[in-house]
């Protein structure tokens, strides 16, 4: 796929060219179709990257305590981040070790906040709606794909031909299979050039 791709409508855009459907000038437009796939993208989007821990799109961050706890069987509460898509991991104090401890036990609540009984500071590393411009191809045809399976019912696909969409192109399950293995190789090649360079300046890990 171009890497020309920059835009979330770009995207939209590729999936209604395989529904060979036409194209959309906006989200914003007054059509069905531009209200339809707007509403299809972001819950596609989000599904397609809370699905797998994919490094282009997490960030790290301490989080917020909120003055009371938003449920009895928890000592605290944390405001999580307003671009928070899925958790990859909670590190809080547990005994003497502050912020060191990754947590087994919470819970998340509306989607918004994190209940623990761990003390302050608590880090959190998570997915968030990464930009299309950071996206690398592999998850760019995915997530295309994706949208294209979601919109094929929506504007009448029969049975049939969601068969043929979906096998075409190895469908979502193909593509995110392919995108994970691209995703595991790039990962491969960083973690093996920061290795390299490390040896190379005669420092250990």
């Known amino acids: 796929m171009p890497r020309q791709i920059q835009t979330a409508v770009q ?3 590729l999936a ?3 529904l060979q459907m036409p194209e959309i000038e906006s989200f914003n437009e007054e059509s069905t179709t531009a209200q339809t796939v ?3 993208y972001d819950l596609v989007l989000r599904r397609c990257l ?9 960030k790290q961050t301490e989080l917020e305590r909120l003055p009371m706890a938003e449920l009895p069987q928890w000592k605290f509460s944390y405001k999580l981040p307003p671009d928070f898509v899925e958790l990859v991991w909670l590190r809080g104090g547990v005994g003497d070790m502050p912020g060191w401890c990754e947590l087994l036990h919470f819970e998340i609540v509306a989607g918004n906040v994190v209940c623990a009984n761990a003390m302050p500071p608590l880090f959190c590393r998570y997915q968030y ?10 998850f760019l045809d995915y997530l295309v794909q994706a949208l294209a399976e979601e919109l094929a019912p929506i504007f009448g696909y029969n049975v049939d031909g969601q068969k043929i969409l979906k096998e075409r192109a190895m469908g979502k399950e193909g593509k995110l ?3 994970i293995l691209a995703e595991e190789r790039h990962r491969s090649v960083r973690r093996e050039g920061r290795w390299a360079s490390r040896l190379a300046m005669g420092r250990n890990w």
Request: glycine fraction near 6%; aromatic fraction near 12%; hydrophobic fraction near 45%.
């Open 38 to 40: 707007r509403e299809a």
């Open 50 to 58: 809370g699905g797998y821990p994919w490094s282009f799109s997490q």
């Open 11 to 13: 995207v939209a855009n």
């Open 129 to 138: 709606e990464a930009p299309v411009a950071l996206m690398p191809h592999y």
């Open 177 to 179: 299979a392919a995108a």
């Open 16 to 18: 209604l060219r395989t």
